[in-house]
């Protein structure tokens, strides 16, 4: 999956309810958005070594609220009284929480592609994923974690 995290109100609650839903010896291989991407503010400057950031990466329970129009599968449309709830976990929160829920952990890794353009400045590869352009600094686009439940 890509992107499922953010719309989670309960880290633990979701990964109690998937690793008790897999069978035993069964596979979770989620994909999704790094987390630091989410403290980039869009609109700033263009490498993100010296772009401001509009949230914190240390979330301490606290849900983001954006007022606007569109989204981000029609970002075109306008919407009224359009308000986007969204949450964002450390990347250390995502894996304890599968962890702790009894999921055996076999890797993260982290990865400088992602699959939408999160940034503005993210250039689409010919594999259809968006990076950072040439001469820039890199940064963690994505992660990707796979654990086995026991059994």
Request: no cysteine; proline share 7%.
């Amino acid at each position: 999956s890509w992107g499922v995290l953010t719309w989670l109100p309960d880290m633990d609650a979701w990964a109690r309810s998937l690793v008790g839903r897999l069978a035993p010896g069964g596979v979770l291989h989620l994909v999704d958005v790094h987390p630091i991407v989410w403290t980039m503010d869009p609109q700033g400057e263009a490498d993100p070594a010296s772009r401001g950031r509009s949230f914190d990466y240390f979330r301490r329970g606290r849900t983001h609220s954006v007022e606007g129009g569109g989204s981000y599968a029609a970002p075109d449309i306008h919407t009224v009284h359009a308000r986007e709830h969204f949450w964002t976990y450390e990347l250390g929160q995502v894996v304890t929480a599968l962890v702790q829920a009894g999921l055996a952990l076999e890797f993260l890794h982290e990865h400088d592609a992602v699959h939408l353009q999160v940034l503005p400045e993210l250039v689409r590869g010919e594999d259809g994923l968006w990076r950072m352009p040439a001469g820039t600094k890199d940064l963690p686009l994505s992660f990707s974690v796979r654990g086995r439940r026991p059994g």
